[in-house]
């Protein structure tokens, strides 16, 4: 069982970069992002469930990001746009929780990609 984030990379104020998170295995009835600052702890970033497609996002990241899958390749995917110098962290796909919103509720994760935005 493993998930598999890439994507990261320096980004410029304003930009887009689009996460992935391959995961191997087995199927997730649902999956999530969090993010984790220098110095900060870990925060939830943007949910999906499988079967529903309902989706979840925090508040600081709602209309910029947006979460998607792609069931064949089972790979979820974060599309991040319009990015900010603030949103600069190392970005963990996550999946089995036991509470969508905090991280300590969670099973597995993935190694995490950084995102650098610069100002």
């Known amino acids: 069982v493993q998930l598999q984030a890439s994507g990261g990379g320096l980004v410029q104020d304003g930009g887009s970069v689009r996460l992935s998170c391959a995961a191997s295995?087995?199927?997730?009835?649902?999956m999530s992002w969090f993010r984790q600052a220098p110095g900060k702890e870990r925060e939830f970033v943007a949910f999906?469930?499988?079967?529903?497609?309902?989706?979840y996002y925090a508040d600081s990241v709602k209309g910029r990001f947006t979460i998607s899958r792609d069931n064949a390749k089972n790979t979820v995917y974060l599309q991040l746009n319009s990015l900010k110098p603030e949103d600069t962290a190392v970005y963990y796909c996550?999946?089995?929780?036991?509470?969508?919103?905090?991280?300590?509720?969670?099973?597995?994760w993935g190694r995490g990609t950084q995102v650098t935005v610069s100002s």
């Open positions: 996550a999946a089995e929780n036991k509470g969508v919103y905090s991280a300590p509720n969670y099973n597995y």
């Open positions: 999906e469930e499988r079967n529903s497609g309902r989706t």
């Open positions: 295995g087995r199927t997730w009835s649902s």
